[in-house]
Every structure is written in structure tokens, then in C-alpha cells.
DNA sequence: CCACTAACGCAAACAGTTAGCTTTTATTGG
DNA sequence: CCAATAAAAGCTAACTGTTTGCGTTAGTGG
């Protein structure tokens, strides 16, 4: 979903990209990340090499690729009934599954082999989603809720420059999350 | 300065990573980044590519070592006579720095090759200590001001975010940094 | 000044990558 | 529905980057 123009997306081709793609999650709990290889994830999809070399020209395209499928989020936020407590939990369950040792390799993995960053908007954007919902579910309920710009800045931003930059920090917990949340309703103007 | 336990610090040891560094800046300009391989390297550095593998593992912890030292800033902070003018230029000059396109690559480089996340840490560490620098000259000057955690989370973060995770997105001017210390100014308590 | 050992050079074996060509198979138009 | 077309995959051989064992050099500490 990055380089390749798809231009068949039916077919032989989904059917590789679809085995490649189990190739790689199955191997990745087998071997382990580091011992991925090329020619191994090929073996093991029924492909050649050459195959994965000219769809996605490496192996950390293949990764990214990966990664940002696993970090897409599979269901919609909790709905507790109101705006803070829905960001709060959303926060809190966004900083423990990106700050987890497995959710860092994704965030690695899908920024790594992405020269266009394509993959990395990608991200951006399943965040933005969930926070679209929460802050529509409170505007409907007649809330005053902020920009989505406003929540990535002061909640999310600071979440993820921690992950990357900070690793080892030990603050990395659900009060953290709830504190950026906090901090962000309480000042409501810009 | 990441994998390497360094024992022993002199003498030809220096001199071999003098020179590697060496090679690594020139042929990237010559020849790109892109086409940079670790016996291309060896060669211009004068040292067989086993040398390399041994000392830093593979190109990318290489890369990783090379754009750190690039990211450090070789002058503190200017000294504009406020807190709110310091740290909007220096906002300013740290964002059009790392927006860039070389500043991206090497954001990413050593984000890349940093197993451990020494590197990235000392990315963090250097915009801390800038920060750190004009947040003591503010309270010299009787100025009241932010905690540099808070500075982080609200001006650095932000920034980095949207380079890493937002590309081609038309907001990161000098005014988008302008705004974030403003906000951050603006609410003196939490 | 000598013993010790980390780090480097060298070279061969190994493994991952690239490229040319052939074959298969979606797709498109008649 | 069938033929023509071209994209995508298979295959294989050449290539290039990586790993490893061993001998040598040169800092380090006694």
C-alpha cells in the first residue's frame, strides 16, 4: 500500500500479497523479528524472492507495510459518556499498546522503510479517526470539545515523542496519559 | 558512541572512527545517501569493512552515530532578552532545522539504527539542554517560568510529531512554532 | 620495557540482492 | 466467449554485501 501502483489489485496478486503478508506474522512469532529474511518470508509464502523484491523493493518496505496494518485499530473508542473520561481511556489505552516493546517495533518498523511517508500519515490518521469520533460523540451530546489539531499537539504528540525519544522513561504510565488530557480540557480557549 | 563499550578510546581506535566519520559525510555528499554501503565506506576511510561490521554492526548504526553528531547544536540558544522572545526563535530555528529535508533524513537515520535508543535519547537531551539554557537565563531574570518537561511536551513534541508522522503537511512554518510557545506561555500554571 | 589483549587487516565462505529471460494469468476489446 | 495484450510471477545466474576465523598490529597496564 505504498509503492506499488496496484494497478491489478485482483487476483494472483492479492492472493501473494495476502500469503507474503501471513508469511511475515507468522514468521515474526516463529523466528523473531531479527531473523527475518527476504528469501525466508519467500520460502515460506510460496513466493520467490524475486517476487517481494520487485513489489516492494526491501525488506523494511515489506515491514512498514506490515506494521501499519497491525497498528490500524480494530474497533471504534469506548463510549463512557463523556468527553473527558472518553479521552482519557482512549489515551491511556493508546500510550500502553504504542509504549509496549511490541507496539515500539511497529512504530519503528512502519517509520523505517517508508521514503515517502506515506505510512507514517498513514498512522497519523488512524489517531485522528478516533479522535474524530470521540469529539463528534461530545459535540452531539451538546459538549465543548476542542480541534482535533489540539488533541494530536497536546496529547498525542507528547505521547509518541516519549516512545521515540525517551525510551526508558519511566513515566510512561496511564497517569501520564490522563495528565495530558487533563491538561488539555482544563485551558478550553486556544 | 552507541554499541561500541569503547575501552579503548586511543589511538588508532580514535583514528578509525575519525576517519570512518569522515567518509561517511563526504561520500554522502558526493554520491548520496542512498547509494552509501558499508565497503564504499571502508574504502574511502582507509579500513577493511570487517572493521565496520565489528564496530557498529551495520550501515544503519553507523548512519545512526553520524547523524547524531549532526543533530548536536553547535551554538546555545541566542540571547534575545525575554523568555517568550528566546524561546520563540529558538522554536523557530529548531523547527526549519529539522523540518528540512537533510534534517529529516537524519532524524531518521538515527532513529533508525539505535537498537537501545541511546541515540534518540541523546537527540532529546540536546533540545533539553538548549531549553534548559534559556528557561535559567529567564529565572536570572526574575521571568517566571515553565519546567523544561513542559516545554518539551508542548513545543518539541508537537514539532517532531508532525515532521516524523505528517509529511507534506503545509503547517510547520515558523508561525505553527510561534503559536505553540505563545499557548504554552500563555498558561502559566499546569 | 615487557606481557597482555583489544582492535584491525586479510581472505574465503556465506547469504542476500539484482537482472535478464520465460511463463503464467488478469484484463480488455472485439 | 475468445483472442490479444501486458502486468506480474517464476526461474536462474551473476553480483554484491556480510560474516567469520586466524594472524598481526599496536594501545594499555604492570
Partial sequence: MSRKPMVRPGGRSARVQQSVHAAVRELETEVGRDALTVPLVAARAGVTPSTIYRRWGDLQELMSDVAVERLRPELPPEDLGGLAADLTAWAEHFLEEMSSSAGRAYIRDALLGDPDGTNAGQCSAYAAEQ????????????????????????????????????????????????????????????
Fill in 131 to 190: 479522535i474524530e469520533t470521540i469529539l463528534s460523540r461530545a459535540a452531539a451530546r451538546g459538549e465543548q470539545a476542542p480541534a482535533v489539531e489540539r488533541v494530536v499537539d497536546r496529547v498525542v504528540a507528547p505521547m509518541m515523542y516519549r516512545i521515540l525519544f525517551r525510551p526508558g522513561t519511566e513515566t510512561l504510565d496511564a497517569g501520564y496519559a490522563a495528565r495530558l488530557v487533563e491538561s488539555l480540557l482544563a485551558t478550553p480557549g486556544s
